[in-house]
């Protein structure tokens, strides 16, 4: 009875580590780097939602050299994700926010706001913004 | 990536840039990237501090009450460590280095075990509501492999967040790491973090 137990356990566990040993050295994906590789390119060629100020200024290159304060940021931190934009040339796809709500987002005077000019929620009240600062000049 | 903390205004550009370029649903709390805003009052032995979060498409700074007079605002990602907790812990090797020392979650490989949740110091990685995965800032990777800025160092209108290879000696960031001191978020922890952070108090970031 005892040497067939033996005999048989031996079996299991022989079983049992083959089977791991062709996961691990085999079929598993770390280690057969298939998994790493795959992913990196699926992440590489992800859709993008913004472009860039470069292709921006391909056709607004007016107002892309007009700027003057507004010079070192970019056309999406106000208008918005652009890559439809730049691919219908719709109007619908970019954001044109001409509200006073949308200037204090960065322009009000919060604490510990320093590294922009900012106003108080007080100035010139219920006039909007763009009616005397020109954002693209 | 560097961060000058001096310079980030809260606006919350980036977050919302983030979530949108990233495909995370603007209204439920978990980001990729995320603004802190702090309120400290210097005391012995210990400094008291109001703490407040944007993670959002909500700014919550625009009407918060400070309690104390000292404000900054600290914008955090994923730290891309070079001995990252995530991807030691990871059972199924879901995470990964890739060459150029990003780390990547394999969306297919990855079971959501939140291991990496748990394992990260920095609170970087969260799972995903919609894909039922952990997921985590990539440094935008669609993005720089077409030689772009990733989307949050787009939409910073102050310049806050600069984004370069620090082995190239002719990028923005190996110039900055040359001549100005910076710091990194929990030294303590070893996970030797790629994201550098210029006058930073980093006693108060948790």
């Not at chain 1, 040993?21 to 992800?46: M, Q």
């Not at chain 2, 990252?84 to 297919?108: H, M, Q, S, W």
């Not at chain 2, 939140?114 to 394992?119: F, L, P, R």
């Amino acid at each position: 009875m005892k040497p067939k137990v033996l005999a048989l356990s031996a079996i299991f566990v022989l079983a049992v580590y083959s089977v791991l040993l062709v996961y691990v050295f085999g079929l598993a994906p770390y280690i057969t780097k298939k998994s790493i590789e795959n992913w990196t390119e699926i992440e590489g060629s992800r859709e993008k939602k913004f472009l860039d100020t470069k292709i921006c200024a391909e056709c607004h290159y007016k107002v892309f050299k007009g700027l003057k304060n507004h010079s070192s940021v970019s056309c999406e931190a106000c208008h918005g994700a652009g890559a439809k934009h730049a691919i219908t040339r719709s109007k619908e796809y970019i954001k044109i926010d001409r509200s006073r709500e949308f200037c204090l987002k960065c322009h009000l005077d919060i604490p510990g706001r320093n590294a922009v000019k900012t106003v108080n929620i007080t100035h010139h009240k219920g006039v909007l913004c763009v009616v005397c600062h020109n954002p693209h000049s | 990536m560097v961060i000058d903390v001096n310079k980030c205004i809260g606006c919350g550009n980036c977050v919302i840039a983030c979530k949108i370029e990233n495909d995370i649903p603007l209204e439920i709390p978990l980001s990729r990237t995320w603004v802190e805003g702090y309120s400290v009052e210097e005391t012995v032995p210990k400094a008291k501090v109001q703490k407040v979060v944007m993670n959002t498409d909500k700014n919550p700074f625009l009407d918060v009450e400070w309690k104390y007079s000292k404000v900054f605002f600290v914008p955090r990602l994923c730290n891309h460590c070079a001995n990252a907790p995530c991807v030691n812990v990871c059972p199924v090797y879901a995470r990964f280095y890739t060459k150029e020392g990003i780390v990547l979650v394999d969306k297919n490989t990855c079971i959501g075990c939140k291991y990496c949740i748990v394992a990260c110091p920095y609170g970087a990685t969260f799972l995903h509501p919609e894909q039922g995965v952990t997921d985590k800032c990539t440094f935008c990777y669609h993005r720089i492999k077409n030689g772009l800025e990733p989307a949050c160092v787009l939409a910073c209108p102050t310049h806050a967040r600069i984004f370069g290879d620090v082995n190239d000696e002719n990028s923005e960031v190996y110039k900055i790491l040359k001549e100005k001191k910076v710091t990194v978020l929990k030294p303590e922890e070893g996970t030797f973090p790629r994201v550098f952070y210029i006058g930073l108090d980093s006693r108060f970031v948790e």
